[in-house]
Every structure is written in C-alpha cells, then in structure tokens.
C-alpha cells in the first residue's frame, strides 16, 4: 500500500463492509485496541500505548519505496 492512495481490495463494497463490521471491528474491540458498539455503528479509539509506539515505529518507514 502506498501512502496517498486508497487501498485496494478484490472485495466488493458490500463484502468489505460486512467483513469489517461483523469480523475485523469486533476482534479490534476483544483486543482493546477500539471501543466499538455494534447496535449504533459506532467506533471509538481510546488511546492505546502499544498501538502509540507501533506507530512511531512504522512512521519513519518510507511506504513509497518499491
């Protein structure tokens, strides 16, 4: 993935969005990585140490590099 661009998925819309919303959002949540309420679609990101330091560490990484 190269910065400045959307991903890109084989997936259709719909598909994406149901996988994130029923598979990858929930597991985020059971991991405390997000706070995420299923019956109103929302999604909340707390702050999370560990997830503050992966960040500084890929953020130096030169994502347009091939």
Partial sequence: MRRG???ETTLGEETFQTETRH??????????VI?????????RYPGNP???QCLELVAGYDLDRD
């Fill in 35 to 43: 706070e995420y309420d299923n019956r109103q679609g929302t999604v």
């Fill in 23 to 32: 598979h990858h959002l929930p597991k985020l949540a059971k991991a405390s």
């Fill in 50 to 52: 560990i997830v503050e």
């Fill in 5 to 7: 661009r959307p991903y």
